[in-house]
C-alpha cells in the first residue's frame, strides 16, 4: 500500500524481514520516503539486538533522509528521540526520558529503540536511514523484557491506532528535521527531555574497559561527558558503549 503523507510517501507492508533493509532497497527514492510493516521478522537495534516486532502490536517505521551537509549529522539519531519523546508527550503520557543516546524510556521501562544506518551512493550523496520502533499496543513481552518494555497499551490501558500515532509522530520528525537544517540546536532539547544528561552516575560498558562516573551533559557532536570518580573527564560516543548501568550495577 502506498500513502501520501506530504512531505512522507509511505510504502506500507503486511510484513518484512526488516524496515531498514527494505527501505535500502530503495535508496535512490526521495527524501522523507518511508517503509512501514505491520511486523517485522528479522527486526533489530543497536549492535545487531533483535527488535520484538509481534504483528499490529507496534509501530515499525523506517525514515530516507539525504542530508545535504555531513555537518552535525550526528545529531540525527538523538533528532528522532527527541521527536519520538514529544509524541508521546503529546499524549500526556508521564514518566517520558530519553537514555543516552537514543532510547526512549516510560517510567523507566523502554518503549522506544532507534538505529540511525548511513549509506554512500557516490561521495556527495549520502543517504541516512532512520528506523523506529515504538511499542503501542503489546500487553505482554517475553520474560527476557518483561521487567525492561512497556508500552503505550500497558501504560494508558488503551488500544492505540498505529496510524495516528505514525502521523503525529512524522509531524515532530519533520519538524526537528527543519530545524536540524537550519542550525537550530538539537542538543539543548535532548537535554532538557533526558534525565541522563546531567548528574546521573553511570557506568559505560565499553568494549575494552568500563567507565564509571556522573553525566556532565552534552558534547555539540552528541558524545556524553562523563566525570570520574577522580575528576577526570571522559567523552563516550554510542558507537563505543555496550551498554549504560546505573551505579548499583543494574543494566538501563
Known amino acids: 500500500m502506498l500513502i501520501h503523507r506530504p512531505p512522507f510517501i509511505i510504502h506500507q507492508f503486511s510484513s ?11 535508496v535512490d527514492a526521495p527524501e ?9 521478522t528479522e527486526g ?3 549492535r545487531a539486538h533483535q527488535w ?6 507496534g509501530l515499525y517505521l523506517s525514515i530516507l533522509l539525504r ?3 555531513l555537518s552535525r549529522i550526528s545529531l540525527l539519531s538523538l533528532m528522532s528521540a527527541i521527536a519520538v519523546a514529544e509524541t508521546l508527550l503529546e499524549r500526556g503520557i508521564a514518566g517520558v526520558d530519553i537514555k543516552w543516546p537514543n532510547d526512549v524510556l516510560v517510567n523507566q521501562r523502554k518503549i522506544s529503540g532507534i538505529l540511525a544506518e548511513g549509506m554512500s551512493i557516490a561521495p556527495a550523496a549520502l543517504r541516512l536511514i532512520v528506523g523506529i520502533g515504538v511499542n503501542l499496543n503489546h500487553r505482554s513481552f517475553p520474560d527476557s523484557l518483561a521487567g525492561i518494555a512497556t508500552s503505550l497499551a500497558l501504560e494508558t490501558g488503551m488500544t492505540i491506532s498505529v496510524d495516528c500515532y505514525r502521523d503525529q509522530l512524522l509531524e515532530r520528525i519533520e519538524h526537528w528535521y527543519r530545524r536540524w537544517e537550519s542550525g537550530a540546536s538539537i542538543i539543548d532539547r535532548w537535554q532538557e527531555l533526558s534525565s541522563y544528561a546531567r548528574g546521573k552516575k553511570i557506568i559505560a560498558q565499553l568494549d575494552e574497559q568500563a567507565i564509571e562516573g556522573e553525566t556532565a551533559g552534552l558534547t555539540e557532536t552528541g558524545g556524553l561527558r562523563v566525570i570520574t570518580g577522580t575528576g577526570e573527564l571522559k567523552i563516550i560516543f554510542s558507537r563505543e558503549v555496550i551498554c549504560l548501568r546505573n551505579d548499583a550495577g543494574k543494566v538501563e
Open 16 to 26: 518484512v524481514s526488516s524496515t531498514n533493509d527494505r527501505l535500502k532497497e530503495m
Open 67 to 69: 542530508p545535504k551537509s
Open 44 to 46: 533489530r537495534g543497536r
Open 52 to 57: 520484538y516486532s509481534t504483528p499490529g502490536e
Open 32 to 40: 522523507f520516503t518511508c517503509v512501514i510493516a505491520d511486523q517485522q
